[in-house]
């Protein structure tokens, strides 16, 4: 079987660190957050991987094989991003010609139960299978629900309301039934639309096991709390400050009189003290970042708030 990792997006909400880094490239318990998802689909025998890319593809594209030296990788590059629907449908000559094929978000950390999705959706020959999972609390989120096997609607159902984990296995017959347009939500544009008919079955799986959202900075922060057991600190990087539940990449210097608390900060970035930071984000300057953007730019550095 063949799968796919959804890696177009944009990171929005992790800026200004991924106007220099893809989301799906950073690190998390000092691997690359793409990187956790293509170990699980290797540990259920799946050597075949496409990965659609849009913003900022080549550390991508460059990085990701040589992690991975038996693992074909197919790199779809998308000029505009084409939702998760759009996506799937750009490499459909990829993905249609065996009976099912797993699709994973790229932007969240998940060891998904492959064998089991697999199960659920050839017992009802359901036109997918999802992973849903008890939602953090005060998470907010569109609900899935689930009844016995099947889901039963999104926003609203019978059963019981679930958070979509971002982990699908799906029929080959997806295809037939994509919207015949450039960019489509396979969710809205596909799941909704059957489950609302009862034309087709959509299976679910309940799986709470370990899932992050790095989405945020605070959520990152979170997940690498539970991977690390507390700050983590990139290959190359020197500390003699301080750090109390922090993120350092790759290639930093924290001189001595540098205190860091709950602060995330980029490669390549020098901090000599004294200095103090809170509830920081710290990359190096770089004309990728827009002037406008809300940030402090001073002494070569980004300063922005978490």
């Not at 290797?42 to 593809?57: K, T």
């Not at 959202?213 to 600190?233: E, F």
């Not at 290639?251 to 540098?258: A, N």
Request: charged share 25%; with cysteine; hydrophobic share 40%.
């Amino acid at each position: 079987m063949k799968a796919m990792i959804l890696a177009a997006g944009l990171g929005t909400r992790l800026r200004p660190l991924s106007w220099l880094l893809p989301k799906p490239m950073v690190p998390l318990g000092n691997r690359p957050l793409i990187a956790w998802l293509v170990d699980a689909l290797v540990r259920d025998g799946i050597d075949e991987i496409v990965v659609n890319v849009h913003h900022l593809p080549e550390p991508i594209e460059r990085d990701l094989p040589p992690l991975f030296p038996h693992v074909r990788f197919h790199f779809s590059l998308e000029p505009e991003i084409l939702g998760t629907g759009g996506g799937v449908r750009n490499v459909r000559a990829l993905l249609e010609r065996e009976s099912d094929f797993f699709l994973l978000n790229g932007d969240s950390y998940q060891q998904p139960r492959f064998e089991a999705l697999l199960r659920a959706r050839r017992a009802h020959e359901s036109i997918a299978a999802l992973t849903l999972r008890h939602p953090p609390e005060g998470d907010r989120f569109t609900a899935v629900w689930l009844d016995g096997a099947f889901v039963t609607g999104f926003g609203a159902g019978t059963g019981e309301p679930l958070m979509f984990s971002g982990s699908h296995c799906i029929s080959r017959e997806i295809f037939r039934r994509l919207p015949d347009r450039d960019v489509s939500s396979i969710v809205d544009d596909v799941y909704r639309p059957l489950v609302e008919q009862g034309s087709e079955t959509i299976a679910g799986i309940l799986d709470d096991g370990p899932w992050f959202d790095i989405g945020t900075p605070r959520r990152y922060l979170a997940a690498s709390r539970a991977l690390s057991g507390g700050s983590a600190v990139g290959a190359g990087s020197v500390i003699e400050g301080e750090l109390h539940d922090s993120i350092v990449w790759e290639d930093c210097f924290i001189g001595p009189g540098v205190v860091l608390e709950s602060c995330i900060v980029a490669s390549e970035v020098e901090l000599r003290g004294p200095m103090h930071f809170r509830d920081a984000m710290i990359c190096r300057d770089d004309r990728s970042i827009p002037r406008d953007a809300p940030y402090r730019f001073e002494h070569g550095l980004v300063i922005a708030s978490i």
